[in-house]
C-alpha cells in the first residue's frame, strides 16, 4: 500500500463482501464438500427462504435434500428457490425423519440472541454413523457442548468482523457416537 501513496494513486477500495446469509453458507458447503465430496443426503435445519438449499445444488449435484422450518411462508419462500429439496414443516426440537436419514445436517444463526437453531440430540438422531453437521453462525456451540452429544469437531474457519459485519464461525462436527455421559 505504501507504493499506491508514494506515487500518488489511492489504494483499491476493500472488495464488499456478500451478506451474511450467502457468505455463511457458501462457507460451510465448502468445507463440507472438502469432508464429504458426495454425500446421499443433506438436511438443511431452518431452511428459511431456501437459499443454503439452492446454493448446495452447486457442491453436491445428485444428493437428496431436505429442508425443515417452522414458518409456512418461509417454506413457500423454499419452494421457489430450492425447487429440487424436500421442504418440511418442523421444528429443531423434534425434527420431522427417521432416525438416521441424513448424511449431512446443516444449520446456521444469523442471531446471536436467538436460540441456536439446531438441538444437538435431534441433529445426532436424524444423523447417520460417521454423518456431519455443519454449523455457521456468530455463536456456535462450544466443544464441550458438541463431544457431550458424541460429536468430535472436524474442521472449523472464523471468519473476522468487518466495519459493516460481525464475524462469524463456521464449525462442521462428526458424529462419532461417543457420549461422556455413556461411559459414567
Request: charged share 15%.
Amino acid at each position: 500500500m505504501w507504493q499506491h501513496r508514494q506515487l500518488g494513486i489511492p489504494p483499491a477500495p476493500a472488495p464488499q463482501r456478500p451478506p451474511f446469509g450467502q457468505l455463511s453458507a457458501l462457507l460451510l458447503l465448502d468445507r463440507l464438500v472438502r469432508l464429504r465430496p458426495q454425500p446421499w443426503s443433506l438436511l438443511d435445519v431452518g431452511c428459511g427462504s431456501g437459499e443454503l438449499l439452492r446454493l448446495a445444488l452447486r457442491f453436491f449435484p445428485g444428493t437428496a435434500m431436505a429442508g425443515v422450518d417452522p414458518a409456512p411462508w418461509l417454506l413457500e419462500q423454499a419452494a421457489v428457490n430450492a425447487q429440487h429439496a424436500r421442504l418440511l414443516r418442523g421444528m429443531h426440537s423434534a425434527l420431522p425423519l427417521p432416525s438416521a436419514s441424513a448424511e449431512i445436517v446443516t444449520c446456521r444463526q444469523h442471531d446471536p440472541a436467538e436460540r441456536w437453531v439446531v438441538d444437538l440430540e435431534e441433529a445426532r438422531r436424524v444423523l447417520t454413523s460417521d454423518g456431519l453437521l455443519g454449523m455457521a453462525g456468530r455463536a456456535t456451540p462450544s466443544p464441550g457442548e458438541l463431544v457431550a452429544y458424541g460429536f468430535a469437531i472436524a474442521d472449523t474457519q472464523f471468519v473476522p468482523a468487518t466495519d459493516s459485519d460481525p464475524g462469524f464461525s463456521v464449525v462442521i462436527a462428526r458424529w462419532v457416537g461417543y457420549s461422556p455421559t455413556s461411559v459414567l
